[in-house]
């Protein structure tokens, strides 16, 4: 049952866009306006940016084009005298913004209610010495770690926790001024950094190599909690979470481990308090179930936004309508029109987010990755296997590349194996065609086993089609009926039908089997298309009313699946 004493909600947007906070706090925004309005209650919003959906004519009542900073929100604030404010829709911006109002009473001074998850709460997490101490609490580990408030405490913390360490600063966007040191020299230039960013900075035991693993946890006022989705980083710790190739739902883990972890995170919010959704951050040891908490984001992330559009489930949308006062168990899932909110959603597919860098863009900025975000957007693709959505992802993150093989021009630098940096992936595709084994690569990446025995399959399914390599030189010289005789040969039309359920374009395969040699590269792309049609090798479309049919619970997806 929501307050009916809230008429007037004012909404703080993310501002204007910046590497490590972009698209994905407009999608978060728009959708909770909508929810909003569904309510018939009256909304403003203050958020700098033109070009996003929520400041569109009709999705927020009134629209101020105003920073998201402390003083104009309160002269807004003056003026519109709002019931509410919503902090957890617009990311590290508005959520400092929220802060900082609160601590300096404005709030108060206006009885602005601050809706959804309480201040202190989002205090809490992002406080970096209050959080482990909440954390303590009930049991739960985190990073071994201290909180400090100047260079030399800096020091002092990290030859009591000893080398290497990773510095972490408080209320900062993206990892913003984050970092790994191994000697004291980069620990005083990071620290330096980080001091510039935030006035606390965390000081944490390094655990590099261990997995990362996320939660998206709803929790409603009546202490209801589901978890929505779970995601795995291929990159293990040490590299931010928007820096890297993220699955949905995790690959890797054990039934055990699993059950575990969720329950933790269930466990964590419901003795924060927080109330609408959140992201739980883990650090998992890939030899044991030994795990730390890294952080807990008590408000829509960039993770959320993927997890919403991996599962179909509108977590934005549910979360404002938890900060009204509704539970979990009175909204209905407003992508499917049928399962209630408390569903949570099961995924037979693969997600996989790829990020995007312009690092050629900017002068003098190293390309090596690490826990401070430097990419500047990201792609979701969707496969019915992990091989199908990485390739699916690698060919629209709009850097010309046709998949993890195929490509044309790639350098492969060793280096960058051990060292991340934005051509890591290919670097790794690379060492595979080169004959690298996955245990020689999973000893410089500390990259997952099992993500490496999938990347390698994609390649020797390249290396079998390029084993057929002859059809390149046959087609012009021998007649179209005779070719398609020797393509339907069943070793090769079995493996067409592969490469094509392992996320090959028609192209790829086209280059595989030197087809581009003798013709461009459109056109190759096409003839691969006609040998397929003609051994009636296609996705396989089943209907929406099928599905309905059996699966009446499920989202309402059209699969196209080989």
Excluded at 109 to 134: A, H, S
Excluded at 490 to 513: C, M, W
């Amino acid at each position: 049952m929501t307050d009916s004493h809230i008429k007037k909600i004012l909404l703080l947007g993310s501002g204007a866009l910046k590497i490590g906070q972009a698209g994905e706090f407009d999608y978060s925004g728009a959708q909770a306006l909508k929810a909003l309005k569904e309510e018939g209650i009256r909304t403003v919003l203050i958020n700098p940016n033109i070009a996003t959906v929520q400041t569109s004519k009709g999705i927020a009542d009134k629209v101020y084009f105003q920073p998201v900073e402390p003083s104009f929100v309160e002269r807004i604030i003056q003026k519109e005298r709002p019931d509410g404010i919503l902090l957890s829709f617009g990311g590290q911006t508005a959520l400092n913004c929220g802060v900082r109002l609160h601590r300096d009473g404005v709030l108060s001074r206006y009885g602005v209610r601050v809706l959804g998850t309480p201040v202190e709460t989002i205090i809490d997490t992002e406080d970096r010495d209050r959080f482990v101490r909440q954390l303590d609490e009930i049991g739960v580990k985190t990073i071994r770690s201290q909180a400090c408030s100047d260079v030399d405490e800096v020091r002092r913390a990290a030859r009591h926790l000893g080398f290497p360490v990773i510095l972490r600063a408080a209320y900062a966007l993206g990892g913003l001024g984050s970092g790994f040191c191994s000697d004291e020299a980069e620990l005083t230039s990071q620290a330096e950094e980080a001091f510039s960013f935030s006035s606390q900075v965390l000081v944490e035991r390094s655990l590099k190599g261990w997995k990362e693993i996320e939660y998206e946890v709803v929790r409603d006022c009546h202490d209801n909690c589901i978890t929505v989705c779970n995601m795995e980083n291929v990159d293990p710790l040490g590299i931010h979470t928007g820096e890297s190739i993220v699955v949905a739902p995790s690959q890797t883990l054990t039934n055990s481990e699993y059950h575990k972890l969720r329950a933790l995170a269930i466990r964590i919010v419901r003795h924060l308090g927080i109330v609408g959704e959140c992201n739980v951050q883990y650090a998992l040891d890939p030899e044991s179930e030994d795990y730390r908490v890294i952080e807990v984001n008590a408000r829509l992330s960039r993770s959320s936004a993927l997890a919403s559009k991996a599962t179909g489930y509108p977590l934005a949308f549910v979360a404002a309508k938890l900060a009204l006062g509704y539970g979990l168990y009175e909204l209905k899932n407003s992508v499917t029109q049928t399962t209630s909110a408390f569903f949570e959603p099961a995924l037979d597919y693969v997600v996989c987010k790829l990020p995007r860098w312009d690092l050629t863009k900017f002068r003098g900025v190293s390309r090596q990755l690490g826990s401070s975000m430097k990419s500047v957007g990201e792609v979701m693709a969707i496969g019915r296997t992990f091989e199908e959505a990485l390739q699916k992802g690698l060919r629209m993150i709009g850097q010309g590349m046709h998949g993890f093989v195929g490509n044309r021009h790639t350098v492969f630098h060793f280096e960058d194996l051990e060292n991340a940096t934005d051509s890591r992936i290919f670097d790794v595709a690379e060492a595979l065609q080169r004959g690298y084994s996955v245990e020689q690569i999973h000893r410089l990446t500390h990259i997952d086993r099992w993500f490496l025995s999938k990347m390698s399959h994609i390649v020797s399914i390249d290396r079998r089609l390029r084993e057929h390599c002859q059809l390149g030189q046959l087609v012009g010289v021998m007649e179209p009926s005779e070719l398609l005789e020797l393509i339907e040969e069943p070793t090769f039309s079995q493996l067409l039908g592969e490469a094509k359920r392992y996320g090959f374009s028609d192209f790829q395969i086209a280059r595989s089997v030197g087809l581009e040699d003798s013709m461009t590269m459109e056109t190759a792309g096409l003839t691969v298309r006609q040998w397929r049609e003609e051994l009636g090798i296609k996705p396989v479309v089943r209907q929406i009313d099928t599905l309905a049919a059996e699966y009446p619970a499920q989202t309402n997806y059209l699969y196209l699946s080989y």
